[in-house]
């Protein structure tokens, strides 16, 4: 039997910039995971995850191709993954077989609710991670990367890949997307080996070293979001606000340039104090958007920290989920916990996660 797993994420800064080509953000995988495995098996396979149900979805071939024998499926991010792995393990002169795939959470609480982690990402990875070793195929993790993200391109449809590149490498990384429109035309036309071995423009995936004083608090509002609603409705309103959209976007990228900046001289005071400025972009872009990305209760996570001493805002597309703060080890958390839990938020004890080297 195969097992691996992937971790789950956060965004730290760089929210919404981050869908454009080129403007970087910085974010970290943590220590929650999704873990596949994979077992041989013939004539059928199935694909199993207790975050939809404990009966396993069977699946058989036609002509080569998996097909679902039921029809309501979902998981569209696993068979996606499967799909693109498996049609670059046949270009790669590999045999198809039988499996049964099985997921493992730990993304979400006890009661399904999702912490806003990425799981759709790490799903995703996770799967291709899995595949990468039942076949032998000895990717590097780019290439990786690289699948992954056309296999939730292809579900989602937008968004970053952000959560991928954090899921696939770990730790903490300054990030870049691609030109998503680039991948799509040479979609058309490369065979898929030669689409993952071709530089891919604009992408940038920056391991960062972390201060070592520097401490990552999270908390959980106790409210869902959905990533891809709210980024479809910036994209709408961006439209009628084109001068002010740009605007953020220049001044989200030096914004996230000097944060990385501070991440390389080791200079936490630069960190919170652009951590800072990330939070009033985002202020400004919900005012021009019209989009909630800081609900009351994420206001009151960060204003908590705030006059705790740490630097706090909202982690990915807000409207929900988690906060996080960043403050150094001189100063004390139990007051800004006690405050959190009397206000109803919900204080996450996760670590960033780093691969064992030699691993991913």
Known sequence: MIEVSAPGKLY??????????????????????????????TKNGSIQSAQYSDLPIRWTRKNGVLVLDHRDNPFHYILEAIRLTEKYAQEQGRLLAFYHLKVRSELDNSNGRKYGLGSSGAVTVATVKALNVFYDLEMDTLTQFKIAALAHLAVQG????????????????????????????????????????????KLSIQP????????????????????????????????HEEHSYQSFLNESRECVEKMILGFQTQNIPMIKQMITRNRQLLASLA???????????????????????GAAKSSGAGGGDCGIVITDKKTGILPLMSLWEKAEITPLPLHVYHYPKGGN
Not at 212 to 235: C, E, F, H, M, Y
Not at 288 to 303: R, S, Y
């Open 208 to 239: 960062l070293d972390t201060p070592k004083d520097l401490r990552l608090l999270i908390g959980w509002t106790g409210s869902p979001a959905s990533t891809s609603d709210l980024v479809d409705q910036v994209n709408q309103s961006r439209e």
């Open 12 to 41: 730290i800064a760089g929210e919404y910039a981050v869908v454009e080509p080129g403007h970087p953000a910085i974010i970290v995988a943590v220590d929650q995971f999704i873990s596949v495995t994979i077992e041989s098996a």
């Open 158 to 201: 937008n968004g970053s890949c952000g959560d991928i590149a954090a899921s696939c490498y770990g730790g903490w990384i300054a990030f870049s997307t691609f030109d998503s429109l680039w991948i799509k035309e040479k979609q058309s036309k490369w065979s898929l080996s030669a689409l993952l071995d071709a530089e891919w423009p």
């Open 287 to 309: 005012t021009t958007t019209g989009v909630i990305i800081e609900t009351p209760a994420l206001k009151k996570l960060c204003d908590l920290a705030e006059k705790s001493g």
